[in-house]
């Protein structure tokens, strides 16, 4: 998208981002997040003072949002690790290769040497594909570690790449 802008996340955006985040959640898909969470809760979560978040705007306003963070603390924490949710109905615009695009080069430009995704639903295909071309391999499968809703126990992928 042309238009698109990345920017860091500001209080006024939450209701975009809940707007987002819900739709995602309550779909029970593809995060491990509880499909009942309420709006303070799952908004704490995304907002939680380790991540650092930012949002896709265009025209149409908030598209998309993710969080940037350490992947662990001490020994693991030049690691990166995000989360990335995009509005359902923007889906196929790209707009989640720019967000992928952006916390690639935010982690290295907050001099992370890797990103690492802990824990990607493996029939969450189009974010498999995502990450893949985005130069993500795949370094472990947990099996049967997800509960999906309508598929039952589906694997884990645990994704990462250099920086």
């Known amino acids: 998208m042309s238009d698109l802008e990345i920017r860091p996340a500001r209080a006024e955006d939450a209701d975009a981002v809940w707007a987002i985040l819900e739709p995602t959640v309550r779909a029970g898909e593809t995060y491990t997040l509880p499909p009942d969470g309420d709006r303070t809760a799952m908004l704490a979560y ?4 380790d991540h650092r978040v930012f949002v896709a705007v265009s025209r149409e306003g908030v598209q998309g ?3 940037l963070r ?9 690691v990166a690790n995000a989360g990335f949710m995009t509005d359902p109905n923007a889906t196929g615009r790209g707009i989640a290769r720019a ?3 952006h916390a690639i080069a935010t982690a290295k430009s907050h001099g992370f040497l890797a990103m690492q995704f802990n824990f990607v639903v493996a029939t969450n295909t189009r974010a498999v594909a995502l990450w893949t071309s985005l130069g993500f391999e795949e370094v472990g499968r947990l099996p049967r570690a997800f509960r999906h809703p309508t598929r039952g126990l589906v694997d884990a992928l645990v994704m990462m790449r250099t920086l």
Do not use: D, I
């Open 65 to 67: 949002t993710y969080y």
């Open 70 to 78: 350490a992947n662990q603390q001490g020994g693991g924490a030049h």
């Open 46 to 49: 995304w907002f939680s003072p």
């Open 99 to 101: 967000m992928g695009h």
